[in-house]
């Protein structure tokens, strides 16, 4: 299971940093042997991907809206992937969920159900 950390409320051009980690372990391996992605959800709106980066932390990748603004790094030795939101905006209000896939190709997917574990989310609200 994944747990989520690190949402909040924040002024428009704020930043927030939101962290991701395993509890209770996976039966498939070690956090450290996933791909993890973050994703987001508005209200009324689709699941949205925003951020994934490899299980060998060596390469991440970005949704087009959050591209510039948002970066995910993992930290293998504490068993975290942290995902940092700078300039944020009113449209970056969402509840925001790690997910955990443990695929070696395609490098990353930006599909929902392509992934294994999710957290419960953490909310996201960003005041204009």
């Known amino acids: 299971h994944l747990v989520e950390s690190g949402g909040g409320v924040v002024q428009a051009g704020g930043s927030l940093r939101l962290s991701c980690a395993a509890s209770g372990g996976t039966s498939g391996g070690t956090f450290n042997d ?68 443990n695929a070696r190709y395609p490098p990353y997917s930006a599909q929902p159900y392509t992934y294994d574990y999710w957290g419960q989310g953490t909310q996201v609200t960003v005041s204009s």
């Open 34 to 101: 996933y791909n993890i992605a973050w994703f987001r959800q508005a209200p009324g709106k689709e699941r949205e991907f925003v951020a994934a980066v490899t299980w060998t932390g060596a390469d991440t990748y970005y949704g087009d809206s959050v591209k510039g603004r948002f970066t995910i790094s993992r930290d293998s030795p504490n068993n975290t992937v942290k995902l940092h939101m700078d300039n944020l905006k009113p449209e970056d209000t969402a509840v925001y969920y790690c997910a955990a896939d």
